[in-house]
């Protein structure tokens, strides 16, 4: 079993920047493709951002050039850095592990971002 924590949500301002978290319990982190996925009010949740254990990225179109994932397998964590931050942004933020078959997700980091 395999727990995700995610941290580092906040109320900011417009253009303003965040810094998310996500720890990773257990020992098969650095063979786990990592992502975050974000779900505002009345919408569904979608992807943000994903990286694999060689280090790939992908992003939404609606976050490239101003977002970041990073993952430092020695700390079993994966980062969003999340710059130029507008109100279409604010949601609850979900970290996501998939390894095999096997999908995990935490529990979310609430973004807000005002205008």
């Known amino acids: 079993q395999v727990q995700l924590v995610e941290s580092g949500g906040d109320l900011v301002q417009a253009g303003g920047s965040l810094r998310l978290s996500c720890v990773a319990s257990g020992s098969i982190f650095n063979i786990m493709r990592m992502g975050w996925y974000r779900q505002a009010p009345g919408k569904e949740r979608e992807l943000v951002a994903t990286i694999s254990t060689g280090g790939n990225t992908n992003y939404a179109d609606s976050v490239k050039g101003r977002f970041t994932i990073s993952r430092d397998n020695a700390k079993n964590t994966i980062y969003l850095q999340m710059n130029s931050l507008k109100p279409e942004d604010t949601a609850a933020y979900y970290c996501?592990?998939?390894?095999?078959?096997?999908?995990?997700w935490g529990q979310g980091t609430q973004v807000t971002v005002s205008s």
């Open positions: 996501k592990a998939t390894w095999s078959f096997y999908n995990y």
